[in-house]
């Protein structure tokens, strides 16, 4: 008999397992590098954010260097609402005056204390057991006055004129969390209230961080993935109403920042499932594009390999040596992302008779039913044109509809080059479809 306890810890194991080899690869490339978090008054108030602390905790002790800078917004506006002091906003950015100046400077202190606090909870038998977390604060941001704009005074709000990135790398090296309060300080010794925002990006930009993350507001107009390019045009679209954290995404790419990453603050697993699976779970701006579309590498044999295996399994696909596939390589065009290749076919040609034929077309499991199968559809009819070949041909057992629908036609085993018509398996009776290209 089964026991249905040990089944079900068998079937947890496995998922566990499982997370952990699709994870392994970006363990190995996050570690050492540099990621600024930036957290908003909202998230440092939610009931998640215990568990937020466990999961940078953990990116600590990945070997990951985190700067982290969290807003108070939230908070400071309470407090003001409960002292009777006027609440005023222009584009975004809070007017601060000297009595809102005093609460943003208590509430942001009391949240570093906090913040350190929960940074040092090691108890056994939690998330944080032996963590022995060291974070490191103080004026690493220099600030100016915004000062009169729209004919508003913006008062003691400031924007950041320079980052001390040689004193906080100095605390990265020593492996140590740095914390960013949204306050900025003056060669005159002023004290400036900013934006946790502007503060993250500015960081992120100086150091050229690896990535910089903003935890906040759920933000389901925008697509999951976009190029630089893509985000400024969507800036340029919106206007004065675009969203203030793309705004923050495209000044960071723009000033080296590898890849920006927004995520909501309501969703416990974000910041994991983001940084350690390949679809991740929030919205992510790169300075290049996180899939494309190109010609195989020899490299890419093995991804192609594990890839085709099933299908040649199922039969649906011929079966291929990896001494073939090196040889052919040149013929493949692989969709890649982030590093794997999810999909791939090739073009094999035969110039005399002007004529390619479309093989081992293949899609991930977990990439069906997007567009990818049309996309490479499309560039192997592009590299056809290329090479000036007038007829496309397809060998196919189970995909035949799919051909149909993509525009091909029937055709028999005599319409194919000569030298294909020998190598034709009549014990896999493939039918054949041909496509004209205009």
Known sequence: MINNTDSLSTAQSMTTTSWFRSAAPYIHAHRGATFVVAIDGKAVASDNFDN??????????LGIRLVIA??????????????????????G???????????AKAIIGQL??????????????????DAQIRCSSGNFVTAQPIGIKDGIDFGHTGKVRRIDTVAIEQQLNLNNIVLLPPLGYSPTGEVFNLSAEAVATACASALKADKLILIGDDFPDLPKEMTLAQAEDRIEEQGLVANHALLAAVDACQAGVKRVHLLDRTQDDALLQELFSRDGAGIMISAIAFENTRIAKI??????????????????????????????????????????VLACAALHTYPECQIGELACL????????????EQLLSAIEHQARKHKLKT????TTQTAHWFLEQGFTAAEIADLPVEKQSLYNYQRNAKVFKKGMP
Do not use: W
Request: charged letters at 25%.
């Open 112 to 129: 570093r204390l906090e913040l350190e606090a929960k940074l040092s909870f090691s108890l056994p038998h939690t998330p944080m057991a």
């Open 392 to 395: 496309l041909y397809v060998l």
């Open 70 to 91: 969290y807003g108070a917004r939230h908070q400071i506006e309470q407090q003001c609402q409960q002292q009777a002091i006027p609440v005023q906003y222009h584009q």
């Open 362 to 373: 293949a899609v991930s499991d977990n990439y069906r039913g997007f567009g990818r199968g």
């Open 52 to 61: 937020l602390i466990h999961d940078l905790a953990l990116l600590n002790s």
């Open 93 to 103: 950015l809070r007017v601060t005056d000297t009595a809102s100046l005093a609460v």
């Open 299 to 340: 490299d890419d044999v093995g991804g192609i390999l594990e890839l085709i295996q099933p299908l040649e399994d199922n039969g649906i696909l011929v079966k291929r040596s990896r001494e073939d596939l090196e040889i052919h390589i040149d013929s493949f065009i692989v969709m890649e992302r982030d590093g794997a």
